[in-house]
């Protein structure tokens, strides 16, 4: 019978893995030798060995601000991607709770492909078997991965602007009683594990950076689940902005825009049902071929990219660590650092939520489009995506009117799946996303107290 672990860390532990005992902090450590070893749930952070957040903080020579742009790695997660979190978070709670049954259920994952890839993994170290529901026109290496850790693909038409039928397909094979849906777009598993472990981490990331202050936190939606970092930042800096980047091709936010476009794992044609709209401050948009073309510079032009300035080191560094959103969301908080007019002593903060080693089939793609993609071509497009970024496209949604119209498109998206009117209106009060946040420490507890039930049986038997 194959190796797998019941339980996991805490939200406390992920935020903070120095807190968990010497032994299974050892253990955690030797299982990076081995993806497949239980124990790498137990890596499941932003952290390194070492205690720090994985950053990095990129060369204003790259960036062409004056700002500090402040980005977290995701790539170094088990699975490699921070996608894992949740995906864990949305199992570990379902089964503390006891509606997730070990043994019986079977586990759904809807995705565009970082969140099933995580959820194939959890519930492969997890003893699960597991369906991931996503498009049928994403990167290839997202299904090789996915199938490669055990799960099963259901492929519903189209490309990432599609998931909404991916929701629909989700929601029908729920209804048999024995599947049960880790549901990323609606479950606050995500909210929580984003508000706590991510904001949290953020915060850590930038205290040697700058002024230590966060500015601003710009993320692209998929699920929305990243953004809860915002709403813990602004705990510590009520000053601090929080941004959706959305792609330009598909403006579903900004002006109720749909359309297809190649930046995997967001822009997903809805007002996810855990966004938190409240403390959402500026709609930005982002083409969708500046970030491929972003990351064909990042990963090949190392040498454009030393003649503009960056440090060899630091640009050798920088070739495996982003995907295509990474770059979308590092294009964004350059937008927002020049529309904020941000100082050298102000920090913009956001994300990598993978690394380059699912995107080869993406420049490949790019290389057939272009035909021609050399350094000189290279030199153009940085200048052009990089050092010209524009402050265009951005909207300022503070206003009520602005909040009105996203609540009303969240209604219009999950009102047909189910939700009924009065949990929406819930949503539009902060309480409401305070209580569900404070729920982390009660799952703290809920975890621990699992763990020691489980192994209070294992030495009894």
Same mark, same amino acid.
């Given at each position: 019978?194959?190796?797998?672990?019941?339980?996991?860390?805490?939200?406390?532990?992920?935020l903070?893995? @120095?807190?968990?005992?010497?032994?299974l902090r050892?253990?955690?450590?030797?299982?990076?030798?081995?993806?497949?070893?239980p #124990?790498?749930?137990?890596?499941?952070?932003?952290?390194?060995?070492?205690?720090?957040?994985?950053?990095?903080?990129?060369?204003?020579?790259?960036?062409?601000?004056?700002?500090n742009?402040?980005?977290?790695?995701?790539?170094?997660?088990?699975?490699?991607?921070?996608?894992?979190?949740?995906?864990?978070?949305?199992?570990?709670?379902?089964?503390?709770?006891?509606?997730?049954?070990?043994?019986?259920?079977?586990?759904?994952?809807?995705?565009?492909?970082?969140?099933?890839?995580?959820?194939?993994?959890?519930?492969?170290?997890?003893?699960?078997?597991?369906?991931?529901?996503?498009?049928?026109?994403?990167?290839?290496?997202?299904?090789?991965?996915?199938q490669?850790?055990?799960?099963?693909?259901?492929?519903?038409?189209?490309?990432?602007?599609?998931?909404?039928?991916?929701?629909?397909?989700?929601?029908?094979?729920?209804?048999?009683?024995?599947?049960?849906?880790?549901?990323?777009?609606?479950?606050?598993?995500?909210?929580?594990?984003?508000?706590?472990?991510?904001?949290?981490?953020?915060?850590?990331?930038?205290?040697?950076?700058?002024?230590?202050?966060?500015?601003?936190?710009?993320?692209?939606?998929?699920?929305?689940?990243?953004?809860?970092?915002?709403?813990?930042?602004?705990?510590?800096?009520?000053?601090?902005?929080?941004?959706?980047?959305?792609?330009?091709?598909?403006?579903?936010? #900004?002006?109720?825009?749909?359309?297809?476009?190649?930046?995997?794992?967001?822009?997903?044609?809805?007002?996810?049902?855990?966004?938190?709209?409240?403390?959402?401050?500026?709609?930005?948009?982002?083409?969708?071929?500046?970030?491929?073309?972003?990351?064909?510079?990042?990963?090949?032009?190392?040498?454009?990219?030393?003649?503009?300035?960056?440090?060899?080191?630091?640009?050798?560094?920088?070739?495996?660590?982003?995907?295509?959103?990474?770059?979308?969301?590092?294009?964004g908080?350059?937008?927002?650092?020049?529309?904020?007019?941000?100082?050298?002593?102000?920090?913009?903060?956001?994300?990598?939520?993978?690394?380059f080693?699912?995107?080869?089939?993406?420049?490949?793609?790019?290389?057939?489009?272009?035909?021609?993609?050399?350094?000189?071509?290279?030199?153009?497009?940085?200048?052009?995506?990089? #050092?010209?970024?524009g402050?265009?496209?951005?909207?300022d949604?503070?206003?009520?009117?602005?909040?009105?119209?996203?609540?009303?498109?969240?209604?219009?998206?999950?009102?047909?799946?189910?939700?009924?009117?009065?949990?929406?209106?819930? #949503?539009?009060s902060?309480?409401?996303?305070?209580r569900?946040? @404070?729920?982390?420490?009660?799952?703290?507890?809920?975890?621990?107290?699992?763990?020691?039930?489980?192994?209070?049986?294992?030495?009894?038997?």
């Amino acid at each position: 019978m194959k190796n797998y672990y019941p339980y996991g860390p805490t939200y406390e532990e992920m935020l903070r893995p @120095e807190t968990l005992s010497e032994e299974l902090r050892r253990q955690a450590r030797e299982a990076r030798k081995d993806e497949l070893d239980p #124990m790498n749930l137990f890596n499941i952070s932003w952290r390194k060995d070492d205690g720090r957040v994985n950053r990095v903080v990129l060369p204003k020579a790259m960036t062409g601000v004056d700002a500090n742009i402040v980005v977290l790695l995701g790539n170094h997660f088990p699975s490699g991607s921070h996608k894992v979190g949740p995906a864990y978070s949305t199992l570990i709670e379902g089964v503390v709770d006891g509606t997730l049954k070990p043994g019986y259920h079977d586990i759904l994952g809807p995705s565009t492909g970082n969140f099933g890839i995580g959820v194939a993994y959890i519930t492969n170290l997890m003893g699960f078997d597991s369906t991931i529901i996503m498009p049928d026109n994403m990167s290839k290496e997202r299904y090789d991965r996915i199938q490669g850790y055990g799960a099963k693909l259901d492929l519903t038409p189209g490309t990432e602007s599609d998931v909404i039928l991916t929701l629909e397909k989700t929601h029908e094979l729920a209804k048999q009683e024995k599947n049960y849906s880790l549901a990323q777009f609606e479950l606050m598993p995500n909210y929580r594990f984003h508000r706590y472990v991510t904001g949290n981490s953020a915060l850590e990331a930038t205290k040697d950076v700058g002024n230590g202050r966060v500015a601003c936190f710009a993320a692209a939606p998929g699920s929305a689940g990243t953004l809860a970092a915002g709403d813990q930042i602004k705990k510590a800096f009520p000053e601090s902005k929080t941004v959706a980047l959305e792609p330009y091709e598909c403006s579903t936010l #900004m002006d109720g825009g749909r359309g297809q476009h190649r930046i995997e794992g967001v822009g997903d044609k809805m007002c996810t049902l855990i966004h938190n709209v409240l403390t959402t401050d500026f709609i930005a948009l982002i083409p969708d071929d500046d970030a491929v073309r972003g990351l064909k510079i990042i990963h090949d032009g190392t040498d454009v990219l030393v003649e503009h300035g960056v440090p060899r080191e630091a640009a050798e560094a920088l070739r495996e660590a982003f995907g295509v959103s990474g770059v979308a969301n590092i294009l964004g908080a350059i937008k927002m650092a020049k529309h904020l007019k941000l100082g050298p002593e102000e920090n913009v903060v956001t994300v990598a939520t993978d690394g380059f080693d699912r995107y080869e089939s993406v420049l490949e793609d790019l290389e057939r489009r272009y035909l021609e993609t050399g350094a000189t071509v290279q030199r153009r497009w940085f200048r052009d995506i990089f #050092m010209r970024a524009g402050t265009d496209y951005i909207e300022d949604t503070r206003d009520e009117q602005s909040k009105q119209r996203l609540f009303k498109q969240k209604e219009d998206d999950w009102l047909k799946f189910g939700y009924e009117q009065e949990y929406l209106d819930t #949503m539009k009060s902060q309480e409401f996303w305070e209580r569900e946040y @404070e729920r982390v420490f009660e799952y703290n507890e809920k975890i621990q107290q699992y763990r020691e039930q489980i192994e209070s049986k294992r030495r009894n038997d």
